[in-house]
């Protein structure tokens, strides 16, 4: 027997004493992780406040304030497209690692601004951090969990997001009080905390099995399954179903193994992935893509950039208003996306994409008929407008974060096969980075071209299309092993005869 205890995916004939459950491990790794979204959604929830003064102290039009707020999610695609071959290449775990040095730095850079161009810098470096930071937490979490507790612990990310969100949304409202030139500043420098933060956890985490695995590492590899699962047979079980994923042979069993035909960090991926992908590789890209770019393109950022000039809009005149209306969408997000987290596990991961779409679809709906009203009654106080405004801000944000929001992350970081799954994902994010960018840069202008109202409602076709897409071709994943996953992808419909319980046991579903 070797020293990873494993003899030919075999359990070792001595009887082991029962252990505790380990799913506090994988819990803990996951936390780490994901602590690499709150770099993101601190830059997005501070952004929205400081804006009104980094407007005023440097005497910004609007064209260029709103190309301020969206950029980063443009430059973000470099670090997005880098992360894939990056992380197959160093590992996880140290990718991670890059991701809070370059946001750590653009913080730093963001809070010494002197000028428009000085603050563009700081904004680029930061976005390599964000795009980094995006693509790698959902795919490292969904590598370490096991499938009993996936959905719940890949939604974490997307936590972190909102917690970060929210902190930058009270950073906004304790530091308006400074004199402007110095507020903003230390709003945005101080997002620098986080990443330091980052760099010390990420000292105790594994890295992910499933990288290790390709590296021909079975020996560590195995010790990170084993305390991720609640057995022993658990550990071996996934530790088969990852090398048969990845082409090992079962009889290689060495600690360190040269893996057969390995083909090196991400090479040939992408003729796998685009060029001649397999039907149910093309199925799963579509689908990764599908799902991004409808989380985007139905108008999240804009609420969340932009809260403080629809609560202007909707008629709350006051600044200090309009900071503490922002302040509790950031509470509402964070709260139901507790409530999507702990749930994605037991309704499953296509339930909560249908509520959660067609939430947004009758919320914006409600929300650009109400802000359309009091735009074609100028100088009059519609209160029943202005307050089914803020109701439907609030009402989308909440129905936004049950579904769309912390499930996009789930869905798309396991539903590639494990040699595609790095740069799978890394595409989807691109794509939701990109959309990001180009609504929060846009969203000005087309509420002047459009009136305010008139883009929510564009938003609210969106999530209509949204909505029929997820119907027609998203399959239910929940609870089914990563290296499985492939088999419901390929005939481009959601309805599939196979499928599997939240225990992962295979079940026949009637059609």
């Not at 506090?24 to 993101?40: E, K, N, P, V």
């Not at 695609?77 to 992380?87: C, E, K, M, N, Y």
């Not at 049950?402 to 799954?421: M, Q």
Request: with cysteine; aromatic share 10%; charged share 15%.
């Amino acid at each position: 027997m070797n020293s990873s205890g494993i003899e030919k995916g075999v359990v070792s004939e001595e009887i082991e004493p029962p252990r505790g459950n380990r799913s506090r491990f994988a819990f803990a790794c996951a936390i780490l992780a994901s602590m690499t979204s709150i770099i993101l959604g601190y830059d997005i929830g501070v952004m929205s406040g400081a804006a009104i003064f980094i407007k005023d102290d440097l005497k910004l039009s609007d064209v260029q304030l709103e190309i301020l707020m969206g950029i980063l999610n443009i430059y973000s695609l470099v670090g997005s497209g880098a992360a894939g071959r990056t992380s197959d290449w160093i590992g996880r775990r140290y990718t991670i690692v890059l991701a809070g040095a370059f946001f750590f730095c653009g913080a730093l850079l963001m809070g010494f601004a002197t000028n428009y161009p000085f603050i563009m810098v700081g904004r680029f470096v930061a976005g390599i951090g964000v795009g980094y930071a995006m693509m790698i937490a959902p795919v490292y979490t969904a590598e370490v969990a096991p499938a009993s507790s996936r959905g719940f612990l890949s939604s974490f990310p997307e936590i972190f997001i909102n917690i970060g969100i929210l902190l930058g949304y009270v950073s906004n409202y304790f530091f308006s009080k400074l004199p402007e030139h110095l507020g903003w500043r230390l709003m945005l420098g101080i997002g620098a905390i986080p990443a330091v933060c980052l760099a010390i956890g990420v000292l105790a985490m594994p890295e992910s099995p499933r990288w290790l695995v390709l590296q021909g590492r079975l020996g560590d590899a195995f010790k990170v399954l084993d305390k991720t699962s609640n057995t022993r047979e658990e550990a071996i079980s996934r530790l088969n179903d990852i090398k048969r994923a990845a082409g090992i042979p079962e009889d290689m069993t060495d600690d360190v193994i040269v893996v057969p035909n390995r083909k090196t960090a991400g090479k040939g991926v992408w003729k796998d992935l685009i060029v001649r992908p397999t039907p149910a590789v093309r199925h799963i890209l579509i689908a990764c893509l599908g799902i991004h770019f409808s989380q985007q393109a139905s108008g999240i950022d804009a609420v969340v950039l932009y809260s403080p000039t629809i609560f202007l809009k909707a008629g709350l005149k006051s600044k200090n208003d309009q900071l503490l209306a922002t302040v509790a969408v950031g509470v509402v997000k964070t709260l139901f996306i507790v409530v999507g987290t702990c749930v994605v596990d037991r309704f499953g991961r296509r339930a909560l994409f249908l509520t959660s779409m067609g939430g947004m679809f009758l919320s914006l709906t409600a929300l650009g008929t109400s802000l359309t009203v009091i735009d074609r009654n100028p100088g009059q106080t519609i209160k029943w407008a202005i307050g089914l405004s803020v109701t439907m801000v609030m009402t989308f944000v909440a129905t936004f974060s049950i579904g769309a929001g912390p499930v996009t992350w789930v869905y798309c970081s396991e539903i590639f096969p494990v040699r595609l799954r790095a740069q799978g994902a890394s595409l989807g994010v691109m794509l939701n980075r990109l959309m990001s960018g180009i609504i929060g840069m846009t969203f000005l202008s087309l509420s002047k071209g459009l009136t305010i109202g008139g883009a929510f409602l564009l938003f609210a076709g969106v999530a209509a299309a949204a909505w029929a897409f997820f119907f027609t071709f998203l399959p239910e994943t929940r609870g089914m092993p990563l290296e499985e996953m492939e088999s419901l992808f390929g005939s481009y419909t959601a309805n599939k005869k196979k499928n599997f319980t939240k225990e992962g046991k295979e079940v026949v579903e009637e059609q």
